[in-house]
């Protein structure tokens, strides 16, 4: 696998340092502005093929004023004869224009000196702009270089994006090997079809866009199951959850407090495992119907609306009246707490236990009650974790802006996936010991064994809306 270097090059403010961004998954890498000219230097990062370069890329400053530059090197060419790129050449080595003296066409010479010390050029075009004459003259100067140059329509996602009509001009100007590739809202099918086009153009590196492009297919499919592990993770702490308290009204409330508040700072805590995994930063994000403010979930999960939000509703369980002498007298945010009369102590539980237990249940806990989460908050755990997810895998490292994903809608994809979850979760109710909230560090074989269903459960899901 030989290394090929590759220039980014284009107008000023099109996204040339977004893409780089995208492109090694670094959000710290250069300076991203709404200024103009604001890459002023050279700057370079690498692509990795199993920890080895595959792909140096060099972020180059705009190009600020390709007419004049065009008008110039024309005069150059004359004078030397007609020949264009001996003009170019003539240009660069000048003392007047980029090494030295700072001239007009400084920051023009830095960005053309780089493209002609590469194998290759990446053309950075803004899809919203109109095609404008400063963009056909720097193609031009491009073509001066002798190497081979692929124009790359960012934006694209963006409803004033014109890449057909971008399409048209290039073609005019022989340049038929387009790539789309929005910075901003990440599409893996155009990460694919860039390597793609690099790969035609620059055959003798066939072998390394090859490599990049079977990289990048196992990076995304690793990073779906990765991100299910984790939610894995989450729901078998809280499935398997359960709190015994003694009888008491005021010990149930407090203990109903603290049960919320241990799965709300568990679901946070996969928050943030998950913005690490996918290289964000926890303020990244601001959504509609998942709200991550300051790194935090806005919208809560005991919430009555955050149900509503994802078309879920309690279980049957909880709204079930009396069964086996036992009767719910409290439910707060899908967790419920039962309580029966019993000797004149308080016996509590889940009817949905109490159904398959019964009378040993009221027995083995006369005098106290039992805290579980609810199925439809188990639901609702799930869902948010996978709309993140989802979100997180269409977001590209250059945006500047926090994302916000689309109101959800529970399509009969996500209804089978929640069907599949309880199926897997409805063993775990009974294994407290497999819930780390419960006994942290603790390492078990069974729990391990569900971790990996439910792994393959959410990692299917993750795969089918990609």
């Given at each position: ?5 590759l220039?980014?090059?284009g107008h ?7 893409l780089?961004?995208?492109l090694?998954?670094d959000a ?10 604001t890459?002023r ?7 990795l093929?199993q920890?080895e370069?595959?792909a140096q890329?060099f ?12 008008e110039?090197?024309?005069?150059l060419?004359w004078?030397?004869?007609g ?6 050449q003539s ?9 030295f ?7 023009e010479?830095k960005a053309?000196?780089q493209?002609?010390a590469c194998?290759g050029a990446l053309?950075v075009i803004d ?9 056909r ?7 001066r ?9 960012n ?7 014109r890449p057909?009509?971008w399409r ?7 340049m038929?090997?387009v790539?789309?590739f929005d910075?901003v ?9 860039l390597f793609?086009?690099?790969r035609v153009?620059l055959?003798?590196?066939?072998a390394?866009?090859?490599a ?9 499919s690793?990073?779906?199951?990765s ?9 078998i702490?809280?499935a398997a ?5 003694p009888e ?21 805590r996969?928050v943030?495992?998950?913005l690490e995994?996918?290289?964000?930063e ?5 959504s ?6 300051d790194?935090k ?11 509503v ?5 309690t279980?049957g ?7 086996a002498?036992m ?11 039962g309580?029966?009369?019993?000797a004149g102590a308080?016996?509590?539980g889940?009817?949905g236990?109490?159904r ?12 106290y ?5 609810e199925?439809?908050i188990?639901?609702l ?8 997810v989802?979100a997180?895998?269409?977001r ?6 926090r994302?916000r994903t689309?109101?959800?809608?529970r ?13 897997e979760l ?23 064994a569900?971790?990996a269903?439910?792994?393959e ?10």
């Open positions: 696998m030989k290394l090929v270097h220039a980014v090059v000023t403010n099109t996204g040339k340092t977004s780089l961004r995208t090694t998954r710290a890498f250069g300076e991203v502005s709404s200024s103009p000219a890459t230097h050279v700057e370079a990062s690498s692509l093929v920890g370069p595959a890329l972020d180059t400053p705009g190009l600020e004023d390709s007419s004049g530059l065009l110039h090197l024309d005069a060419r004078e030397q004869g020949d264009a790129a001996g003009s170019l240009f660069l080595q000048s003392d007047d224009h980029g090494r003296d700072p001239g007009p066409f400084d920051q010479a053309l000196r493209v002609v194998d053309y899809a919203r702009e109109r095609v404008l004459a400063k963009y003259d720097e193609l031009e100067i491009l073509g270089c002798a190497r081979p140059v692929l124009p790359v329509l934006f694209v996602a963006d409803p004033e994006a057909d009509v048209e001009q290039l073609a005019r100007v022989n038929h090997a790539a789309e910075t809202v990440f599409d893996e099918l155009g990460e694919l079809r793609d086009g690099l153009l055959d003798r590196f066939s390394t866009f090859e990049l492009i079977t990289d990048a297919k196992e990076r995304r690793l990073l779906r199951r991100s299910a592990g984790l939610i894995a993770d989450l729901l702490d809280v959850l359960r709190l015994t308290v008491g009204e005021a010990e149930a409330t407090a203990a109903l407090a603290s049960l919320q508040e241990t799965v709300r700072e568990r679901e946070q996969a943030d495992q998950l995994l996918h290289r964000f926890p303020g990244d994000y601001l509609e119907s998942l709200p991550i403010v790194g979930w806005g919208l809560d999960l005991f919430s009555p609306d955050s149900l939000e994802f078309g879920l509703t279980g369980a909880a709204a079930s009246g009396a069964l002498g009767a719910i007298d409290l439910m707060v945010g899908g967790i419920t707490l309580a029966a009369a019993a308080t016996v509590g889940l009817i236990v109490a398959s237990r019964g009378r040993e249940l009221l027995d083995g806990l006369r005098g009650s039992e805290l579980r989460i199925e439809s188990l639901d755990l799930a869902l948010r974790q996978i709309a993140l989802r997180l895998l269409r590209g490292h250059a945006s500047q802006e994302v689309d109101r959800p809608d399509d009969k994809e996500d209804q089978a996936l929640t069907r599949a979850l309880r199926k409805a063993t775990l109710r009974h294994r407290p010991e497999w819930s780390e909230l419960l006994q942290p560090g603790s390492s078990n074989g069974g729990r391990a569900s971790r269903r439910l792994t459960i959410l990692a299917e899901a993750l795969e089918a809306s990609h």
